[in-house]
T-cell receptor, first 111, second 113 residues
Framework: GQQVMQIPQYQHVQEGEDFTTYCNSS?????IQWYKQRPGGHPVFLIQ?????EVKKQKRLTFQFGEAKKNSSLHITATQTTDVGTYFC???????????FGQGTTLQVKP | NAGVTQTPKFQVLKTGQSMTLQCAQD?????MSWYRQDPGMGLRLIHY???????DQGEVPNGYNVSRSTTEDFPLRLLSAAPSQTSVYFC????????????FGQGTSLTVV
């Protein structure tokens, strides 16, 4: 079945450093979504990428969708303590509509 | 709109007990799903539904039942709770077409002793 793998599992950075998390799917995706979960909270939608090779930016966050629509990345420039949390990618199957999540990357930022 | 409402927020069960986790949404979303979250495992799909009367299994369906009699409600039933079902459970809903971002409930922390 469809699998979504995400690396790294954990990342500790100094405030001001950059951060990247990578997502790979075993199947071609109709779209990829990114979510952020703060400690003790629930996942909150950040963005959706649909087109092959698409790049979107939200302030210091840059999201990319691979040409083959099987991989994606989230890059945060100059991390801040407010970026702390777990970032999940999620791939939606065009056949079934199922939304399958990666394992998540937990980001810790040292002030 | 209240969004996605999950109840209860916390629950402790004894092994073998049954219970139902409630999930309701008021956004007229066609798609609803249940996930469990365990440390290091991310969010794993238990069951999902693409509309009233239609349900299907996700990645980890064993030990759980669901039904979708209305668009708004999607309860998750544990028929005989086991310690392996100790987890945080999230319900989510989304549209089928157009913007398909998932809206999550606040979660239910379940402990089976």
């Amino acid at each position: 079945g469809q699998q979504v793998m995400q690396i790294p599992q954990y990342q500790h950075v100094q405030e001001g450093e950059d951060f990247t998390t990578y997502c790979n799917s075993s199947t071609t995706l109709s779209n990829i979504q990114w979510y952020k979960q703060r400690p003790g909270g629930h996942p909150v939608f950040l963005i959706q990428l649909v087109k092959s090779g698409e790049v979107k930016k939200q302030k210091r966050l840059t999201f990319q969708f691979g040409e083959a629509k099987k991989n994606s990345s989230l890059h945060i420039t100059a991390t801040q303590t407010t970026d702390v949390g777990t970032y999940f990618c999620a791939g939606r199957s065009s056949n079934t509509g199922k939304l399958i999540f990666g394992q998540g990357t937990t980001l810790q930022v040292k002030p | 709109n209240a969004g996605v409402t999950q109840t209860p927020k916390f629950q402790v069960l004894k092994t073998g007990q049954s219970m139902t986790l409630q999930c309701a949404q008021d956004m007229n979303h066609e798609y609803m799903s249940w996930y469990r979250q365990d440390p290091g495992m991310g969010l794993r799909l238990i069951h999902y539904s693409v509309g009233a009367g239609i349900t299907d299994q996700g990645e980890v369906p064993n030990g759980y039942n669901v039904s979708r009699s209305t668009t708004e409600d999607f309860p998750l039933r544990l028929l005989s709770a086991a310690p392996s079902q100790t987890s945080v459970y999230f319900c989510a809903s989304s549209r089928q077409g157009g913007p398909t971002e998932a809206c999550f409930g606040q979660g239910t922390s379940l402990t089976v002793v």
